[in-house]
């Protein structure tokens, strides 16, 4: 459903003014780990935000996928988490939400050298397309839920992630940001970061890095996995590259390390960083 942008605002409004379904809240309680850190504030604020999201996008399955509510909720749940706290316009380059049973093949084109060009095909988990459709693979949200917060992977984040990253215009790295100031303070935190995953995993198989190697893909990656590892391993982050969780903290308005803190021991965060990451499909 699509709706001219006059109005929005009171449109929204009316939408919100009823409480979203209170099955969708039991759901969120039982299978999302970062409910529990939400204060009630921001649960009831998070709420509206899934509803906005649920009436504007157009939820669409595929390759056999059965879509029902719950789904639907669980995905604008996690979406919504990157609004939870900014004057957010609600991921307006994205139309519809396509969801797959499992990890979809895509066709690729790769760059040979001399000119040629290899068209290939290749299995992912989500995309994230600039005509306006975020695609997931059902079977990779249901990991990210079976395994929580404790792995820093969650397909939702990271393809809604890059969304935000397009508001500026391209995907680059950057979202869109308040100023200049802010553009160079961003820049000047996540370029030797970026440069640094670089260095930590080129030419290794296995790179001593807490982060999903995918990160030192481009600029665009590093933004959508460190975006993964803010909300569900923001205590590494923040001790590893405190400049780049500064910045994400004062654009999402959100601290979620000290947010988390109340529920894991130190001990937890050992045992996560230990886990073996399953590979990205994206």
Known sequence: MFYWPFGKVSRRARLTKSPLDPRARELFAARL???QWLSADERERLEKHVQVLLAEK????????????????????????????????????????????????TPVRRSLSGGAVLEDTEERAGESWSWGSVILAWDEIEEGLRYGDEDGYNVVLHEFAHAL???????????????????QRWASAFTPAFQEIGDLTE????????????????????????VESFFESPTELRD???AVYRELSHYFRQDPAQSQSRLRSDSTARARREKPRRPRLS
């Open 58 to 105: 157009r939820f669409e399955a595929a390759g056999g996928f059965v879509l029902d509510e719950p789904t639907r909720w669980l995905v604008a749940a996690q979406a919504s988490l990157l609004l939870l706290h900014r004057n957010a316009d609600y991921f307006p380059g994205v139309q519809s939400i396509v969801i797959y049973p499992k990890a979809f093949v």
């Open 203 to 226: 030419g290794k198989e296995d790179p001593d890095t807490f982060l999903d190697p995918y990160a030192a893909e481009s600029p665009a990656e590093f933004f959508a996995v460190v």
């Open 240 to 242: 590893e590259y405190p």
């Open 33 to 35: 780990r970062f409910w």
């Open 165 to 183: 990253d397009r508001e500026n215009g391209s995907e680059d790295g950057m979202p869109k940001l308040d100023d200049a100031v802010a553009e």
